[in-house]
């Protein structure tokens, strides 16, 4: 899982991994550590998407 927060004062995002540590906005600097931690789910690379739809395209052409 990936998480997520969000700095109340810069409003900026950031993701980690590893959500155990100390966790400081890396554009403000802020001490993230304390504020809840929010889920985010990764979407699929449009590359796979592309992948696919070059596949299908080739075996319509059969």
């Not at 966790?23 to 001490?31: I, R, S």
């Not at 985010?40 to 319509?60: A, C, I, P």
Request: proline fraction near 5%.
């Amino acid at each position: 899982m990936i998480a997520r927060k969000d700095c109340p004062r810069c409003n900026g995002r950031s993701f980690s991994l590893d959500y155990r540590r100390t966790w400081l906005c890396p554009y403000c600097g802020k001490n993230l550590t304390k504020l809840p931690t929010k889920r985010y789910v990764l979407q699929k690379f449009r590359g796979d998407q592309d992948k696919k739809q070059h596949k299908k395209s080739n075996t319509e052409k059969l």
